[in-house]
């Protein structure tokens, strides 16, 4: 199984302010064929499922605001909110769909300083 | 607007079996050629991937849980459904259905997802 594994568990950032979330795979996530990194990242608000933020580790998913930016490639990769509001209050999940099982990140908790 | 809506008993017994239904509005699993999946989240904890199905039958497992698992399709009532065999205490979650992001590959996030069941293992 590949092993995802992310950091910080949880981080607290002021209005405005940048949030990044890391996440490294215990394997390369890069399909050579067509060199796109098969990672996701989900927002998990209270009560609700997952949302799907972003795939091939930078496509935003339609309606996502483009203050969400995923980047890395290969085993590391990193969700940045450029500005961060009230809104993003959650618990954020990366996914690696390169191989099944299609393991999760632990979650890291956001939350506003 | 694609819909999927959890359904089945909110207490199981140990040794007892789980059997779960999800029901799909706003598209047909048997013609839109996506995958379908289950994943689970224990009370406060990360979220597991159980398996996916095409709705021709073809299914991916978790190995972790492939011993007690099975998920299949009725296409005639636009559900697909869960059981989970032996079960304990640490099968303990709320309980997603979701779809994979792009039509034949199963290799793709969820983008559409239900709101959770949550199922108790308990005597």
């Known amino acids: 199984d590949i092993v995802m594994t992310q950091s910080p568990d949880s981080l607290a950032v002021s209005l405005g302010e940048r949030a990044t979330i890391n996440c490294k795979s215990s394997?390369?996530?890069?399909?050579?064929?067509?060199?796109?990194?098969?990672l996701a990242w989900y927002q998990q608000k209270p009560g609700q499922p997952p949302k799907l933020l972003i795939y091939?580790?930078?496509t935003r998913e339609s309606g996502v605001p483009d203050r969400f930016s995923g980047s890395g490639s290969g085993t590391d990769f990193t969700l940045t909110i450029s500005s961060l509001q009230a809104e993003d209050v959650a618990v954020y999940f990366c996914q690696q769909c390169y191989s099944p099982p299609f393991t999760f990140g632990g979650g890291t908790n956001v939350e506003i300083k | 607007q694609l819909q999927l809506q959890e359904s089945g008993p909110g207490l199981v017994k140990p040794s007892e079996t789980l059997s779960l239904t999800c029901t799909v509005s706003?598209?047909?699993?048997?013609?839109?050629?996506?995958?379908w999946g289950w994943i689970r989240q224990p009370p406060g904890k990360g979220l597991e991937w159980i398996g996916s199905?095409?709705?021709?039958?073809?299914?991916y497992y978790n190995p972790s849980l492939k011993s007690r698992v099975t998920i299949s399709a009725d296409t005639s009532k636009n559900q697909f459904s869960l059981t989970l065999s032996s079960v304990t205490a640490a099968d303990t979650a709320l309980y997603y259905c979701?779809?994979?992001?792009?039509?034949?590959?199963?290799?793709?996030?969820?983008?559409?997802w239900g709101q959770g069941t949550l199922v108790t293992v308990s005597s």
């Open positions: 979701a779809r994979h992001l792009r039509p034949s590959y199963s290799n793709y996030p969820f983008d559409y």
């Open positions: 091939w580790a930078s």
């Open positions: 394997q390369s996530v890069l399909y050579s064929s067509n060199n796109k990194n098969y």
């Open positions: 706003g598209d047909s699993i048997s013609s839109s050629s996506y995958y």
């Open positions: 199905l095409y709705y021709s039958g073809s299914t």
